[in-house]
């Protein structure tokens, strides 16, 4: 059963990171709320006619609201310097998506909005939220190449990692993310390492550099496979990047219902060796909180205790090969309380808070990481026979 609310923040008087240095660097803009992608049977945005109560649409601003006020309020606020979000330009778009699709999206917004894909719509507001939410995270990405901070989170919506060069997918518009890698490599930076986390393939961030050996990208989900046109990539481990980039894209699909020790081996196993191997100059953290054990829309069963650990993990790496650089980006993350829950103890984490500042107030569900860890080690065989640089 879950524990009371009055035990759901645990005692922790004077809490403090290990480094009192650490602040997290959080970039955000209001004006992100205005994306209203409507009601309907869950992301459909269809009234089927027989039910008196539709939902809200899964990526609604209810969410992110509880994301900035938990970082606002919640027992990490003091560690949190705010930054006001900007809108991006439509040259900046380009080193990323082509000129035709930005084309296309500025037509769709000029005409009302219409529906981009499946349970993709671009409403009135929706344009100007997807260029704040672009705008921010390259402003978040810019703090540190300027050398202002080490550690930022650029805290937007709508989300990005499904947006490739040419189209729209899964509630995502632009690539926020691949963005500012791109800003990260025409500064001058080697090579930038992007970890993903939502329980989602993170295809569009793969499809934009599929062909570079300069960005590595780690991708951790559930098996949910292609799921249409707009998004043609399986998310399997075969998918390795072409030319240059071959063995630069990792693929680590889960399978469903793995949890916080499966998550933990995955991370051990996979991804810390390929990092260390890629001696990335800048790290990305690509967060969703749907990869939860209550989130509507995976089937994976992270707890807060999971993404405090990954956010460890990650911090770690950061500290040893970018001299600590390390953006997080926002995507997924549908249950509307937990995933801020999530978000606060990933950035627990990512701070290198000694003790937990927040107890969970949910996860009570037995996990058998048994199934994950066989397809684990099978994914490292496979890695090291098929991909040079990790042979
Ligand atoms: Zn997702």
Same mark, same amino acid.
């Given at each position: 059963?879950a524990?009371?609310s009055?035990?759901?923040?645990l005692?922790?008087?004077d809490?403090k990171?290990?480094?009192?240095?650490?602040i997290?660097h %959080?970039f955000?803009h209001?004006?992100m709320l205005k994306?209203d992608?409507?009601?309907?049977?869950?992301?459909t945005g269809m009234?089927?006619?027989f039910?008196?109560?539709?939902?809200n649409?899964p990526e609604?601003?209810d969410r992110?609201?509880n994301?900035? =006020?938990?970082?606002k309020?919640?027992?990490?606020? $003091?560690?949190v310097?705010?930054?006001?979000?900007? $809108?991006?330009l439509?040259?900046?778009?380009?080193s990323?998506h082509?000129?035709e699709y930005?084309?296309e999206?500025?037509e769709a917004?000029?005409?009302q909005?219409?529906?981009?894909c499946?349970?993709?719509?671009l409403?009135?507001?929706s344009?100007?939220?997807?260029?704040l939410a672009?705008?921010?995270?390259?402003s978040a &990405?810019?703090h540190?190449l300027d050398g202002?901070?080490?550690?930022?989170?650029?805290l %937007?919506?709508p989300p990005?990692h499904?947006?490739?060069p040419?189209?729209?997918?899964?509630?995502?518009f632009?690539?926020?993310a691949?963005?500012?890698?791109?800003l990260?490599?025409?500064?001058?930076?080697?090579n930038v390492?992007?970890?993903?986390i939502?329980?989602?393939?993170?295809?569009g961030?793969?499809?934009g550099?599929?062909?570079?050996?300069?960005?590595?990208?780690?991708?951790?989900h559930m098996n949910?496979?292609?799921w249409?046109p707009s998004? $043609?990539?399986?998310?399997?481990?075969d998918e390795?990047?072409?030319?240059?980039?071959f063995?630069y894209n990792?693929n680590? $699909?889960?399978p469903?219902? =793995?949890?916080?020790r499966g998550?933990?081996?995955a991370?051990n196993e996979?991804v810390v060796?390929?990092v260390?191997?890629f001696e990335p100059a800048?790290?990305v953290?690509?967060?969703?909180?749907?990869?939860?054990?209550f989130d509507?829309?995976?089937?994976?069963?992270l707890?807060?205790?999971?993404?405090?650990?990954?956010?460890?993990?990650?911090?770690? &790496?950061?500290?040893?090969?970018?001299?600590?650089?390390?953006?997080?980006v926002q995507?997924?993350?549908?249950?509307v309380?937990?995933s801020?829950?999530?978000?606060?103890a990933?950035?627990?984490?990512?701070?290198n808070?000694p003790a937990p500042?927040?107890s969970?107030p949910l996860?009570?569900?037995?996990?058998?990481?048994t199934?994950?860890? %066989?397809?684990v080690?099978s994914?490292?065989?496979y890695?090291?026979?098929?991909?040079?640089?990790?042979?």
């Open positions: 059963m524990i009371s009055s035990e759901a923040v005692p922790n008087p809490p990171p290990i480094s009192e240095n650490d997290l %959080v955000w209001e004006g994306h992608k409507g009601r309907g049977v869950f992301d009234d089927p006619g039910l008196d109560v539709l939902e649409h609604n601003s992110v609201k994301m900035v =006020s938990i970082l309020r919640g027992p990490i606020a $003091p560690f310097s705010w930054h006001q979000g900007r $809108p991006a439509i040259s900046e778009l380009l990323f082509t000129q930005i084309n999206l500025v917004d000029k005409h909005g219409k529906i981009i499946s349970g993709t719509f409403n009135p507001g344009w100007d939220a997807a260029l672009a705008g921010t995270t390259l &990405m810019k540190i202002h901070a080490k550690i930022t989170y650029a %937007v919506r990005g499904h947006a490739q040419t189209r729209a997918d899964g509630y995502c632009l690539n926020n691949g963005l500012a890698v791109q990260a490599l025409s500064s001058g930076l080697k390492a992007v970890i993903d939502d329980v989602h393939y993170g295809n961030t793969a499809e550099f599929y062909r570079s050996d300069r960005v590595l990208t780690i991708s951790l949910h496979g292609s249409g998004h $043609p990539q399986n998310g399997t481990v390795l990047g072409e030319e240059k980039g063995g990792l680590i $699909p889960l469903n219902g =793995s949890g916080d998550y933990m081996h991370m996979l060796p390929a260390e191997k800048m790290m953290l690509v967060v969703g909180q749907d990869s939860s054990a509507p829309n995976g089937r994976q069963c707890t807060m205790e999971g993404y405090r650990k990954i956010g460890q993990i990650v911090r770690e &790496m950061a500290d040893k090969h970018c001299d600590g650089r390390l953006l997080i995507e997924g993350g549908y249950h309380t937990y801020a829950y999530c978000l606060h990933t950035l627990e984490g990512v701070l808070f500042l927040l969970d996860a009570y569900y037995p996990e058998d990481e199934f994950t860890t %066989v397809v080690e994914m490292k065989k890695h090291r026979e098929f991909v040079p640089f990790l042979k």
